[in-house]
C-alpha cells in the first residue's frame, strides 16, 4: 500500500521503530515538553486566549502532525507569528477574554485546519511561493517589532490593545500613569535575565567545557527558571495583592472536546484571516522543516504537509485550542535534543498531558511580565530589517515589496501588510515583464555566439536586423514589441531582413501571436522579411497549430547562426572563421 | 514649442490646414452628421438616458477630442459597449428615468474623464494591455448578446429590465403576454430592412456601378431612411395612440451646462464602474485609431489618446451627456467620407448642435422600436464566438480567460464579465511562469548550437548536466527550480559539474537569487560543481552586486559551447570538429 504509505507517513516510519530510537526520542520529549510549558502559556496571551489554550493546542495538534506530517524534527503549536495574527483576526470579531472569543478562536483553526487540506488535497502548496521571500522576511521583522510592543503593557502593569504601532503606542502612552513598580520591577529583571541566557550564558557555558549542543539546550532552559523565580517571588511577596497580575486560576484538565462555532458571519468574517493564517503558517513550518531535513538529507513533501499542518489545526479547533504551526524554536530544540521520529511529539504531547493535568495549580503565581518578557526576548531575535538593505542594493523592485510590507503591517497591521507585499510583489512583476529588454544581438567574432551589440564587440551586417526579445511574448507585452519593432526599422533603409530571436521566449500567447502576425503583415508593406531563430519546442509545437507559420514571410531558423550565414550570404561566411554548414534541421 | 504641440495635436496640424482638406472635412461631416443622429439617440436609448443626452455627448466631447486627440479619423461619442456598461453601473445607483439617473450618468463621465486623464498625464496606458486580445474579443461578443438581448422589449413594446441575460430573458418571458402588435410589426420591419441594408444593398449598389465607397456609404445611411419612414407611418397612422412608444418631446436646445455631482456615496459606488468603462473605452478607441492610422500610415500616441479621451468625457460631464468613447462605425464613415483633420470632428459638432436646436421637433413620433432596431442591428456585427474555436486550438489558457468572460458577462454582467478577465488571465499567466518548462540539452552535432535532448540528435557529456531554465527565476518558480535540479542530481553518481544555461533568463530576483545560493550549496555539499552559461547582460550586472559569484563554486560562461567545451575537456573537442578556444572574455 505504498500510495496509503504516502498519505499517512506514520506507516513508514513505525514499521521500522526500535529501542533506541525510543530512547533519543524520550530523552528528546522531557526536554522539549519542559520548555513548550512556558512558550505555550505565553503564546496564548500572546494571542489573547485563556493559558491553558496555549498547553491544549500544543497536544492534539502534536500528535496529528505526527501520524500526517512528513518533518521528523518539526514540533507544531502555537508560535509567535500566527498568535499575533490569530488576536488581530479575532478582536475584529469579539473582546480578548470573552467566551466568544474563545469560540472565535476555535473556528479560526477550524477554518485554517480545513483550507491547509484542501490545499494539500489539491496539490496547491505551490500558492505559497507567491509569498517572495523578501516579502516574508519583511513580514516577520515587523511581526516581531509589534508583538514586542504589544507585550510591553504586561511588563509596566497596565492595559492597552490594538494590532498595529501607532494603536499600540499611543494606548501605551496614555495608559503609562497607571504603570505598577513592583511589574516593572519583575518584568526588567525577567527580560534582563533571559537577554543575559541567550546571549551571555551560552558562551559562558561553552567555555566551561559544555558540548555546544547541551550549552544550547540550556541556555532554551532560561525560560522555565524565569519562570519559576518569579513565581515563587510573587508567591512569598505576596505581590499579587499588590497590582502584579498573574495567570490565576488555570482548571486540571486534558483537552476538552470543543465544537468550533460555524455561523454564516463569523465564517465570513474569519475567511481571509484564515487563508493569510494559513499560508504563513505553512511557509515558516515547511522553511523549518526544509532546513532541518536540509541536515540530515531528508526531502520534505510540500503538499503533504499541508494535509499534516491541516489536521494539527483541525486537532485544534476540537480540542479547545487556537490556530498552530511547526515552530523554529521548539523544532529546533526537539532537533538538538535528538529527536529521531515523529514519536517524540507524540510523548511531548503526553508530557504536556500530564502537565495540563497536574501541574496548573503551581503557575497560579506565574505573573504575566515574565510571559511577556519570554516572548520579548524571543521575538526580538527575529526582528532583521537588514533586508531593507540587502533589496535596495540588489533589486529595488524586491525594495519596495519589503518596503511596502514593514511599513503597512506596522502602521495598519499584519492582514494589510502581508496582502500588500504579495499584491506588489506580483504586480511589479508583471509591470517588469510588460517592458521587456530588447536587444539588438551581433555575432561574437569566432564563435556562434550572438550578443547584445551594446555590450560586446560583434558582427553584424546592415541588412539583417536581429533582435533579442528577453521576455515571453503575452498579452501584457505585445504591443510593446509591435512599437519597438516599427518604430525601429522605419527609416533604416538599407534593412531586407528582420530575424527575432527567440532564445528567451518561452510562450507566446494569442495577443502576442496577433500582435507577430500584425509585425509580419507591416514588414512585408514595407518590403522586409520576417525571420524567427531558436525557437524552443514548445513554443514552435504551439505556432504550428496556427495560420501563422504559412503567412510568414521568412523563415524559422533552428539557430540563430544559421540564420546570420543564410540571410547575410558571401559576407557573413567571410566573417565566419570555420564556415561551417548551416543546420540541415533549420 | 514642440513641448506644447505634443499635448495640444491641433497645434500642430492647424498649421497647416488648408482649402482642399476644408472642402474633405465638410462633406464628410455633413455625411457623419446624418448618420449619427439616430445613432445617438439609440445609444442613449440603451444607456438608459433621455434621447437628447445622446446629442449632447456628440457635441462637446467631439470638439475637445480633435483639440487634444491624436488620431485624424477617430468619431468620439457614445457607442454601444460602453453605453450598456453605463446602463449597468446607472442601474444600480438609481432608477433608469430618474432625475438622478441623468445626474449619475454625469458623475460616471467625469469620473471616467479624470481617470483617462491621469492615466495620460502619469503614462499609464500600458495598464490597457493587461486586457488579452482573447478577453476584449470575448468581452464585446457576450456584450453584444446582451445589448441585442436588452433591445428585444423595444421591439414587442413591452417594458422589461436587467443587466445579465437570464434576467433579461426572464423578464421578457414574463411581459411577453403584454407584446403590442403595432409594434412588433414596425419593429419587425425596421429591422429586416436594417439587415438588408447592410447585407443585401451594398452588393446591389457595387453591381449597379457604384465605387465601393460610396456604396458603403450609401448603405450606412440605412438607418435614417428606417428613421424617416417609421417616423413618418407613426405621425400618418396615429400609432403612437394604439401603444407604439415613440421618442416624444425632446427639447430644442444646444448642450446644457451642467455640473456633475460629488457625493462621497455616489463616487463610491461608481469608482469601480468609472475605471472598467474608461479602460474598456480606450482599448476600444486605440484599437480603431490605429487600424485606421495604420492605413495612412500615421502613427498613435496612446498617452496623448488618453488625455484626448479624458477631455472628452469631461466634456460629456459638464454638458448633459454620458460616458463616450471613440466608436467604431462613426470612425469608419469618417475616415471613408474622406475626412483630412480632427477640424472634421468639429464640423460635425456644429451639425450635431443645429440637429439639437431645429431638427428635435421632427423626432416627435419616431418609434422606439426604430432605434432598437438600428441597435440590434450594429451590435449583432459585433457578435463573433469564433474566437472561443481560436483559442481552443492554440491555447488553452486563452481559451479559459475567453469563456470566463462570456460566461461571466452573460450571466453575471458586463463588470464581473471583464474583472474576471483580466484576473484569470494574469493568473493563468503566472501559474505558467510558476512551473516552468525546464530542459536538459545537449550539443547539435557540427555545430555550438544547444537543444533539449528530448527532441533533438545531441552530443551530452555524463559527467556535465546541463539544464535550461525556460523562465525567469523569481519567487514564484525559485523553489521549483531548486526542488528540480535537487531530485534530477540525486543518484546520478557520473556528475561533476551541473550547467544552467540561462538564456532564457530575464531577471532573478532575490528569492530566486536564495535558491541559487541553496543549490550552490546543496550541490557543493554532494561533491558538485555549479555553472552558468549565456547569462544576459543586465541579470549580470545585478549578480555582480550579490556576493553569489564569490560563492559560486563553478564559472559563468559566456556561451554554452565555450561552457561545454571546458568541462568536458578532451572527450568534447574530439565531438567539436572545429575545436575552437573558448571565447576569452567568458
Known amino acids: 500500500m505504498p500510495s496509503l504509505r504516502r498519505h499517512v507517513p506514520i506507516l513508514d516510519w513505525g514499521r521500522t521503530y526500535d529501542r533506541t530510537a525510543l530512547t533519543n526520542d524520550m530523552v528528546a520529549a522531557v526536554i522539549v515538553t519542559i520548555m513548550l510549558i512556558p512558550q505555550s502559556l505565553a503564546y496564548a496571551l500572546l494571542a489573547g486566549m485563556p493559558p491553558e489554550a496555549g498547553l491544549y493546542a500544543s497536544i492534539l495538534p502534536i500528535i496529528l502532525y505526527a501520524v500526517f506530517g512528513t ?3 518539526l514540533a507544531v503549536g502555537p508560535v509567535a507569528v500566527v498568535s499575533l495574527m490569530t488576536a488581530a483576526a479575532l478582536g475584529q470579531v469579539a473582546e480578548a477574554g470573552s467566551v466568544g472569543y474563545a469560540a472565535a478562536a476555535l473556528t479560526l483553526a477550524g477554518l485554517s485546519g480545513a483550507m491547509l487540506l484542501a490545499l494539500g488535497v489539491f496539490r496547491l502548496g505551490f500558492l505559497a511561493n507567491f509569498l517572495s521571500h523578501p516579502v516574508i522576511a519583511g513580514f516577520i521583522t515587523a511581526s516581531g517589532v509589534i508583538i514586542a510592543a504589544s507585550q510591553i503593557k504586561h511588563l509596566l502593569g497596565i492595559t492597552a490593545s490594538g494590532h498595529s504601532l501607532p494603536e499600540l503606542l499611543g494606548d501605551l502612552w496614555r495608559q503609562l500613569p497607571e504603570t505598577n513598580p513592583y511589574t516593572v520591577v519583575l518584568g526588567a529583571a525577567a527580560t534582563a535575565f533571559l537577554f543575559w541566557v541567550r546571549n551571555g550564558l551560552k558562551p559562558l557555558l561553552g567555555r ?21 523565580v518569579t513565581t515563587a517571588a510573587v508567591w512569598l511577596f505576596g505581590l499579587d495583592a499588590r497590582g502584579v497580575a498573574i495567570v490565576g486560576a488555570v482548571p486540571q484538565s486534558l483537552p476538552p472536546f470543543t465544537l ?32 532541518l531535513a536540509a541536515k540530515k538529507r531528508q526531502r520534505i513533501n510540500p503538499d503533504q504537509e499541508l494535509i499534516g499542518l491541516g489536521a494539527a489545526n483541525l486537532g485544534a479547533a476540537f480540542s479547545g485550542g487556537f490556530p498552530v504551526t511547526g515552530g523554529f524554536s521548539r523544532s529546533v530544540v526537539n ?8 514519536a517524540a ?4 504531547a503526553v508530557g504536556l498531558g500530564i502537565a495540563a493535568l497536574a501541574l496548573t495549580p503551581l503557575i497560579h503565581f506565574l505573573p504575566k511580565a515574565t510571559l511577556a518578557a519570554t516572548i520579548i526576548v524571543a521575538v526580538l531575535s527575529l526582528v532583521d530589517f537588514s533586508i531593507l538593505r540587502r533589496t535596495w542594493d540588489y533589486s529595488r523592485a524586491d525594495f519596495a515589496a519589503v518596503s511596502a510590507t514593514i511599513l503597512l503591517t506596522l502602521i495598519v497591521g499584519v492582514e494589510a501588510g502581508v496582502s500588500a507585499g504579495v499584491i506588489l510583489s506580483i504586480a511589479l512583476h508583471l509591470y517588469k515583464t510588460s517592458r521587456p529588454h530588447i536587444a539588438e544581438v551581433g555575432q561574437v567574432p569566432g564563435t556562434e555566439h550572438f550578443r547584445n551589440i551594446n555590450r560586446h564587440d560583434v558582427v553584424t551586417d546592415p541588412a539583417v536586423l536581429t533582435v ?5 511574448l503575452y498579452f501584457a507585452n505585445a504591443r510593446f514589441l509591435e512599437d519597438y519593432i516599427l518604430d525601429r526599422v522605419i527609416g533604416d533603409e538599407g534593412l531586407r531582413h528582420v530575424v527575432l530571436m527567440c532564445s528567451a521566449v518561452n510562450e507566446i500567447d494569442l495577443s502576442a501571436l496577433e500582435s507577430l502576425e500584425e509585425i509580419n503583415r507591416r514588414l512585408a508593406d514595407m518590403g522586409l522579411k520576417l525571420h524567427l531563430s531558436e525557437v ?6 504551439r505556432l504550428e497549430r496556427s495560420h501563422f507559420l504559412q503567412d510568414l514571410t521568412g523563415r524559422v531558423f533552428l539557430s540563430q547562426y544559421a540564420a546570420a550565414k543564410e540571410l547575410s550570404g558571401g559576407a557573413a561566411a567571410c566573417r565566419d572563421g570555420a564556415g561551417r554548414e548551416a543546420d540541415p534541421a533549420a
Chains 1, 2 share one sequence.
Open 468 to 472: 533579442r526579445i528577453d521576455e515571453s
Open 335 to 342: 532537533y538538538d535534543a535528538g529527536a529521531q521520529t515523529p
Open 345 to 348: 511529539g507524540a510523548y511531548t
Open 260 to 291: 468550533p462555532p460555524v455561523g454564516l458571519d463569523l465564517v465570513r468574517a474569519l475567511f481571509l484571516p484564515a487563508l493569510l493564517i494559513s499560508i504563513i503558517g505553512f511557509v515558516e513550518s515547511i522553511s523549518v522543516a526544509q532546513t
Open 208 to 228: 566551561a567545557g559544555l558540548p555546544p549542543r547541551m550549552a544550547d539546550i540550556a541556555a532554551k532552559a532560561g525560560p522555565v527558571a524565569a519562570v519559576l
Open 71 to 73: 518533518s521528523r524534527a
Open 536 to 541: 524552443k519546442g514548445p513554443v514552435m509545437d
